[in-house]
């Protein structure tokens, strides 16, 4: 059992950065990818980034460029710096992790909105 805790959201000005955070306890695959999800309301939820635990990462094409995912592995934490954000981001955040033969562990969500 994977449990993920979210912090960082919140409200910032279209051009603004945030920092989101997730940190993951439990019984934690050692070969595992870290990831960040959003949904919009009435939308589906969609991947923005990923990590791996040897630092593989990839992006939406929506934020390449803009956000950068990090991990660190000895806080089992994964990071997501939020630069240039417009309101099409605004979402709600989850952390996700996933591994090999485990379905995956979801976050609670942290919402982001960005004002124009």
């Known amino acids: 059992q994977v449990q993920l805790v979210e912090s960082g959201g919140g409200l910032v000005q279209a051009g603004g950065s945030l920092r989101l955070s997730c940190a993951a306890s439990?019984?934690?695959?050692?070969?595992?990818?870290m990831g960040w999800f959003r949904q919009a309301p009435g939308a589906r939820r969609d991947m923005v980034a990923t990590?791996?635990?040897?630092?593989?990462?990839n992006y939406a094409d929506s934020v390449k460029g803009r956000f950068i995912i990090s991990r660190d592995n000895v806080k089992n934490t994964v990071y997501l710096h939020m630069n240039s954000l417009k309101p099409e981001d605004t979402a709600v955040y989850y952390c996700?992790?996933?591994?090999?033969?485990?379905?995956?562990?979801w976050g609670q969500g942290t919402q982001v909105t960005v004002s124009s």
């Open positions: 996700q992790l996933n591994s090999i033969l485990r379905m995956p562990s």
């Open positions: 439990g019984s934690i695959p050692r070969v595992n990818t």
């Open positions: 990590i791996t635990s040897i630092g593989v990462t």
